[in-house]
C-alpha cells in the first residue's frame, strides 16, 4: 500500500479528489474554490483536473451556494459545497436547516439530500469572531443533519469519503488550527473512516475526557502531563457529533466513573451540557463525580488579545481534569 | 460636507489630505502586518481613497454611513481618529472596540460610523434602518452604505435595496467595484455590464461613475443625498475603482498580474487630484510635500500611541455583554486572582 505524509488540509484535498475520481456526480462549489484552490488551498488543483463544470466558482452568495446544492443533491448529484469560514455559513443557514435537514422526512423519503457542507471552524488564528468561531451545536441541534469533526490526517480523508457517500446532508467541520499543524501517512487509496464512531486516543483507568477537533491534541498533551502525576486519562475523540457515539461515551465512562469535556464552542448550550447528560442517563451510578467542562466563553470570540484566555489551554484542561479526579 | 466641501479650495485640500491618510495609514498597516504587530486579517484600502473620500465630502458630519472588511479608508474619509483606529488594529484597550474588533469591526457611532463589517453585505439592511429611523423622526440626515462589487450578491444587499425604495428612505448606496471579490474578476460573478442596472430592478436612479476621481464619485453622492434629502428615495452609485493590494495582506494574487496594477496606477486618485488643484494654482509641489510630512507624522504618532496603549484584560471579555454585567465577570476575575491570572478562562 502506498501511502504519502499528508498534512489536514491536503488529506480533504485528497479525500475531495478521491470521490471525484470515483463518482463524477461529486461537484465541488463556492467562493474562489476553482481556479484559485479555495482560501485555504483545500481544493488546489482539482479545477485544472476535473475542469469548471465540477468545480464551480461562484459569486459571493452562501445561501445561494447551499440552497443550489441542495436543489443539485434532490436532483441526483453529490454536490459538495465549501464555506470559507463557518462564521459564514449563517445566510445558508435556513438552507441548511429547514430544507437540507428535513427533505427526507417531508418528501417521506422520497427526496434525499446527499450533499456535504465543508467549512474550517474554530480559533487560534488571532483573527476575530466570524472568523474563529465554534457553533458545532447549532447543526447538532438540528434533527436530520450529520455534523463531522476530525482531528488527524487519516481521519480527515476517510471521514470525508463516508460523508461523501452518505445518503443524508453531512456538515463537515475542518479545525483550521491544525490544518498545517502536523503530517501523518495517508494511504493513497481510497478507505473510509465510518461515520459516527468515536475513536480512543489514549486509555485510561481514571477519567474520562471527551473532545473533538482542534481540541483533541490539546488534550493529549495534557493527559501526557498528568500522566506523569499518576493521573490515567482516557482520551476519547467523537470524530462525528451527529449521530454520536452514545455506546463508546459510556463504555469508557462506565470504566472510569469522572469525565471532562473539552470543547472550544461556549459553554453555554455547547455539548458539553449533552455529553453530562448521557454518561447521567446511561450510567448514573457509576459516576463519581461531577462531570467538568472545560469550554470556551459565553462571549463571542475575541481578538487575540484574549485568546489565549479563551481557548482551553494545556494548562486550563489540566486543571479542569484534576478537580474532576480529587472531587 | 462639513469640513470637507469639495466645492471651496480649502474643502478640496482637506479632500487630498485625507486621501493621502488614507494611503499613509494603510501603507503603515502593511508594515505592521508584515513585521507582525497587526493579527488576523487585514483588508487594505490603497487604489480606492477616491471612493470614500469623495462620498464622505458629500456627506454631513451627522449622516450615518456604514463599512465592510475594507473599512480603514471609510473610517477615515468619516472623520474617525487614526490613533484609535490603529489601536484597534493591534487589539488594544484604547482601540474603538476595546481591541476586541479589530481591523475588521471599527465602528463609532459617535462620528456616524455604524461600523465596518466582517460579514460581506451586511452593511445595507444596516444603512436602510438607519434611513428609516431618520425618516420616522423627520431628521436632516441620510444614511449611506458601502459595499463591493461581490457583495452585490448577497441576498441581503437586495432585500435593503427593495426595503429603501418601497419606502422611499433617504438612503445612499455605494457599490465599489475595484473589479474583484477575493480572486473572482467581478464579471464571473455578475450578469450585469455595470452594476449600477441593479436599480432598475427597483426603480431607483443608478448610475455609474469614475472611482477614481474623488470629484465624479463626490458629484454623484452629493446628487444621491439631495434625492435622499428631498424625499425621493435612495440611490444606487457604483464607483469603479481599484485596489491595489491583494484581497488581504498576505494574498500570492494568483489571479492577476504587476501589470494590471500598473495600468490603474497611472490614473491614481491621490496623483490625478493633486495635479489637477496644482494646474489651477490652488496648492504647489512643495505643499504637497509638506502635506505628505504631515500625513506622515499624523499616522506615525498614531503607531505610537496604539503601541503605548494597554492590552486588554481578560475580563474584558465579559464586558459589553449586555447592558446588566454578565455574573461572569466576577467569577471570572476571582479565578484570575486565585491562580494569578497564570491560566485564563472560566470553568
Ligand atoms: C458572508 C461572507 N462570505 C464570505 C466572506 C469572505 N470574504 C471576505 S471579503 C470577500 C470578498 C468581498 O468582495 P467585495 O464585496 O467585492 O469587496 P472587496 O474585498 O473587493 O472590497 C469574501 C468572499 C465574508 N467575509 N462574509
Ligand atoms: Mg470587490
Not at chain 1, 141 to 162: A, F, N, Q, R, W
Not at chain 1, 226 to 252: I, K, N
Not at chain 2, 57 to 78: M, N, Q, V, W
Not at chain 2, 144 to 149: E, I, K
Request: overall charge negative; glycine content about 10%.
Amino acid at each position: 500500500m502506498s501511502a504519502q505524509n499528508l498534512t489536514l488540509v491536503q488529506a480533504v484535498r485528497d479525500g475531495l479528489h478521491t470521490e471525484m475520481q470515483n463518482d463524477e456526480d461529486v461537484i465541488v462549489l463556492g467562493e474562489d474554490v476553482g481556479k484559485n484552490g479555495g482560501v485555504f488551498r483545500a481544493t488546489e488543483g482539482l479545477y485544472d483536473e476535473f475542469g469548471g463544470d465540477r468545480v464551480v466558482d461562484t459569486p459571493l452568495a452562501e445561501a445561494g451556494i447551499v440552497g443550489t446544492s441542495i436543489g443539485m443533491a434532490a436532483y441526483g448529484l453529490r454536490p459538495v459545497p465549501e464555506i470559507q469560514f463557518m462564521g459564514f455559513i449563517y445566510p445558508a443557514f435556513d438552507q441548511i436547516i429547514s430544507h437540507a435537514a428535513r427533505l427526507r422526512t417531508r418528501s417521506r423519503g422520497r427526496f434525499t439530500c446527499p450533499m456535504v457542507v465543508r467549512a474550517p471552524y474554530g480559533g487560534g488564528i488571532r483573527a476575530p469572531e466570524h472568523h474563529s468561531e465554534s457553533k458545532e451545536a447549532f447543526f447538532v441541534h438540528e434533527p436530520g443533519l450529520k455534523v463531522v469533526i476530525p482531528s488527524t490526517p487519516y481521519d480527515t480523508k476517510g471521514l470525508l469519503i463516508s460523508a461523501v457517500r452518505d445518503p443524508d446532508p453531512v456538515v463537515f467541520l475542518e479545525p483550521k488550527l491544525i490544518y498545517r499543524a502536523f503530517r501523518e501517512e495517508v494511504p493513497d487509496e481510497e478507505y473510509t473512516v465510518p461515520l459516527g464512531e468515536a475513536a480512543v486516543r489514549r486509555e485510561g483507568g481514571d477519567v474520562s475526557v471527551f473532545t473533538w477537533g482542534a481540541m483533541t491534541r490539546v488534550t493529549m498533551e495534557a493527559a501526557e502531563n498528568l500522566a506523569a502525576e499518576g493521573v490515567d486519562c482516557e482520551v476519547v475523540d467523537l470524530r462525528t457529533l451527529s449521530p454520536l457515539d452514545r455506546d463508546a461515551v459510556v463504555e469508557s465512562f462506565r470504566k472510569t466513573g469522572r469525565a471532562a469535556v473539552v470543547h472550544e464552542a461556549p459553554k453555554t448550550g455547547g455539548l458539553a451540557g449533552e455529553l453530562t447528560a448521557i454518561v447521567q442517563e446511561e450510567a448514573l451510578l457509576y459516576q463519581e463525580a461531577p462531570v467538568e467542562r472545560i469550554t470556551g466563553f459565553d462571549t463571542p470570540y475575541p481578538l487575540y488579545a484574549l485568546e489565549d484566555y479563551y481557548l482551553p489551554s494545556v494548562a486550563r484542561i489540566e486543571d479542569g481534569i484534576r478537580n474532576v479526579v480529587e472531587y | 460636507m462639513g469640513t470637507m466641501n469639495i466645492e471651496t479650495a480649502e474643502g478640496r485640500l482637506e479632500a487630498l489630505r485625507r486621501m493621502c491618510t488614507i494611503r499613509e495609514f494603510d501603507d503603515t498597516a502593511s508594515e505592521l502586518f508584515a513585521d507582525g504587530e497587526i493579527p488576523g486579517f487585514v483588508h487594505l484600502y490603497i487604489g480606492e481613497e477616491a471612493v470614500a473620500v469623495g462620498a464622505c465630502s458629500a456627506l454631513e458630519d451627522d449622516d450615518y454611513i456604514t463599512s465592510t472588511h475594507r473599512g480603514h479608508g471609510h473610517c477615515i474619509a468619516k472623520g474617525l481618529d487614526p490613533e484609535r483606529m490603529m489601536a484597534e488594529l493591534l487589539g488594544k484597550r484604547d482601540g474603538y472596540c476595546k481591541g476586541k474588533g479589530g481591523s475588521m469591526h471599527i465602528a463609532d457611532v459617535d462620528a456616524g460610523m455604524l461600523g465596518a463589517n466582517g460579514i460581506v453585505g451586511a452593511g445595507p439592511p444596516l444603512a436602510t434602518g438607519a434611513a428609516l429611523g431618520i425618516d420616522q423622526r423627520g431628521e436632516d440626515r441620510v444614511a449611506l452604505a458601502f459595499f463591493g462589487d461581490g457583495a452585490v450578491a448577497q441576498g441581503q444587499v437586495h432585500e435593503a435595496l427593495n426595503l429603501a425604495a418601497t419606502w422611499s428612505l433617504p438612503a445612499v448606496f455605494v457599490i465599489e467595484n475595484n473589479q474583484f471579490g477575493e480572486g473572482t474578476p467581478v464579471e464571473e460573478q455578475h450578469h450585469l455590464d455595470n452594476l449600477s442596472e441593479t436599480a432598475e430592478a427597483y426603480d431607483i436612479p443608478g448610475i455609474t461613475v469614475d472611482g477614481m476621481d474623488v470629484t465624479a464619485v463626490n458629484e454623484a453622492v452629493a446628487e444621491a443625498r439631495t434625492r435622499a434629502r428631498n424625499g425621493d428615495g435612495p440611490t444606487l452609485v457604483e464607483a469603479v475603482t481599484y485596489r491595489y493590494r491583494g484581497h488581504f495582506e498576505g494574498d500570492p494574487q494568483p489571479y492577476r498580474d504587476e501589470e494590471d496594477v500598473e495600468e490603474w496606477r497611472e490614473r491614481d486618485p491621490i496623483e490625478t487630484f493633486f495635479q489637477r488643484l496644482r494646474d489651477r494654482g490652488e496648492i504647489t509641489e512643495e505643499e504637497f510635500e509638506a502635506m505628505r510630512s504631515e500625513v506622515e507624522t499624523t499616522v506615525e504618532e498614531a503607531v505610537e500611541y496604539a503601541r503605548d496603549a494597554p492590552e486588554p484584560e481578560p475580563e474584558d471579555a465579559y464586558e459589553d455583554m449586555f447592558a446588566d454585567p454578565a455574573p461572569e465577570i466576577a467569577q471570572f476575575a476571582e479565578r484570575l486572582r486565585a491562580d494569578g491570572g497564570e491560566r485564563g478562562g472560566d470553568r
